[in-house]
């Protein structure tokens, strides 16, 4: 007999049999895009892609120092808001199972005002801030640390990486100015190796489990996420 909580939703049975016709009608040269774990994961493409060119052209890694940058960036703010989404889909889920078996919740997802800003906002600081509001036990120092390491190099500007001209955010009246007038170090292959680090702390999805037992920070919400899920179902919410 099979328990109430391990049926899977229809709505998610339909998802997963849509992928699988798609993986088998994908011809060579073509490639399978999203489905129910939206594969590929941004964060960890980014990452890989930062690695896979720094590894690329090791004679002369200036030429794409710019753009690793910027992978390595994004790799970061995406994991950080895919940890805050997750969180508050969690705390969504939880508050609808307690109102529906009338109960006192003590979720707390997050306000509308936060949402807007983390879709609004590209300060790191700002985002690794709301996470250890909410999931301080998930925070590492290291992340801390490489935030700071990406940020020593914007000057205040998220798009350091991406113009050749930016504006310090906390001078918006200021001229825009040449991103790389002023030359500097840039530690690249110390900073990849940090966002490795960091990405398999906060966003790393595993088919197997890993030896240590250690799973990432988005695959534990995820797990809790699945729990949920067939909460909801078993009561018709889903």
């Not at 994004?74 to 950080?80: G, N, Q, T």
């Not at 205040?156 to 040449?178: C, F, H, I, L, Q």
Request: glycine share 4%; aromatic share 8%.
């Amino acid at each position: 007999m099979t328990d109430e909580y391990d049926a899977t939703p229809p709505s998610i049975q339909s998802l997963l049999t849509k992928e699988a016709d798609l993986l088998q009608k994908a011809r060579p040269g073509e490639v399978v895009l999203g489905g129910i774990f939206l594969q590929p994961h941004l964060s960890i493409g980014y990452a890989c892609a930062a690695r896979h060119l720094l590894s690329a052209d090791a004679k002369k890694p200036h030429t794409f120092l710019p753009p690793i940058f910027y992978l390595v960036r994004h790799a970061v703010e995406l994991a950080l808001k895919d940890l805050l989404i997750a969180y508050h889909q969690n705390e969504i889920d939880q508050q609808r199972i307690d109102e529906y078996d009338g109960v006192p919740t003590n979720a707390k997802p997050l306000s509308e005002t936060r949402r807007r800003e983390i879709a609004r906002t590209h300060d790191l600081r700002r985002i690794l801030e709301w996470v250890f509001e909410v999931m301080p036990a998930y925070v590492q120092p290291n992340w801390k640390l490489l935030v700071q390491h990406i940020e020593s190099h914007e000057k205040g500007a998220p798009e350091w990486s991406r113009y050749e001209t930016v504006r310090d955010r906390k001078n918006k009246s200021g001229p825009m100015v040449p991103s790389y007038r002023v030359p500097q170090i840039v530690a690249i292959e110390a900073l990849v190796g940090e966002l490795d680090l960091f990405i398999q702390q906060a966003a790393e999805i595993t088919s197997e489990p890993q030896k240590d037992g250690d799973i990432s920070a988005l695959e534990e919400l995820g797990l809790v996420a699945q729990h949920l899920a067939q909460h909801l179902y078993s009561r018709g919410l889903l």
